[in-house]
């Protein structure tokens, strides 16, 4: 069960906003997810889907110049672990759409695998490592 963390406070503007963050299990390891959105008013029932941003802890460091699956590797984001990627974009399965928060405006978004790709990818690299450890191949 996520450990759930929420806040009140005001926004810019004088708008009222709401803050929850909740840490989830992915893969042996937290993934922390920050939803932010606006409220219209204390009691509303129902957040537009336009105005929540997810923000995703980068767990493993990416190159996507390295990465044979990406469709383009120039649309790629590099990232490390511990690097925070605002998430722009999660329609396709494999592929998000994502920036470093904090990078400079210049940089754009780009492709990030998604944590379904990633564990697929961990998978196969456990199911190889564990064929060639069985065939004596180092």
């Known amino acids: 069960m996520p450990d759930l963390h929420s806040s009140e406070g005001e926004g810019g503007y004088g708008s009222s906003y709401f803050i929850c963050s909740y840490i989830t ?24 889907r336009c105005c929540v941003q997810m923000f995703v802890r980068a767990l493993f460091d990416y190159l996507p110049e390295d ?8 649309a790629g984001v590099l990232f490390h672990v511990g690097d925070i990627l605002q998430v722009i974009s999660k329609d396709d399965h494999n592929w998000w759409q994502a920036r470093r928060w904090g990078a400079p405006p210049s940089e754009p978004a780009g492709l990030v695998p998604s944590p379904e790709l990633q564990e697929w990818r961990t998978a196969c690299a456990a199911i190889e490592k564990a064929k060639r450890d069985q065939a004596g191949i180092i």
């Open 25 to 48: 299990q992915l893969t042996r390891e937290h993934v922390l997810v920050v939803v932010m959105w606006r409220l219209t008013s204390r009691h509303s029932s129902c957040v537009p």
């Open 67 to 74: 990465d044979d699956l990406i469709p383009c590797a120039q």
